[in-house]
C-alpha cells in the first residue's frame, strides 16, 4: 500500500497525458511505415523472381556463389584481357 501511494503522488496524470498525445504521430508513422517497407521488400523479391524466370539468368546462384557463367564475352572485356 505504501508503495502504491507513493508512485501516485509521483504521477502527474495530466504531464502524461501530454506525452502520449505527443508519441502518438510518431508512433503512427512508425507503424505504417513498417509495412510499407514490408511492401516494398515483397516486391522487391517478386520482380527478381520474375527477372530470374523471364530472362532465365543465374543471377541469385552467382551472388551466392561468386561466379556467374555467360552465353559470350563480357561487354566490357577489352583486347588486353
Known amino acids: 500500500m505504501a508503495m502504491e501511494r507513493c508512485v501516485q503522488e509521483m504521477y502527474d496524470e495530466t504531464a502524461f497525458e501530454a506525452m502520449r498525445a505527443f508519441r502518438k504521430p510518431f508512433i503512427t508513422v512508425h507503424y505504417y511505415g513498417f509495412y510499407v ?15 530470374e524466370l523471364r530472362e532465365g539468368g543465374n543471377l541469385i546462384s552467382a551472388m551466392f556463389s561468386g561466379k556467374k557463367v555467360l552465353s559470350g ?9
Open 37 to 51: 517497407l514490408i511492401g516494398f521488400a515483397t516486391v522487391h523479391i517478386l520482380a527478381v523472381v520474375v527477372t
Open 73 to 81: 564475352p563480357p561487354a566490357d572485356r577489352t583486347k588486353a584481357d
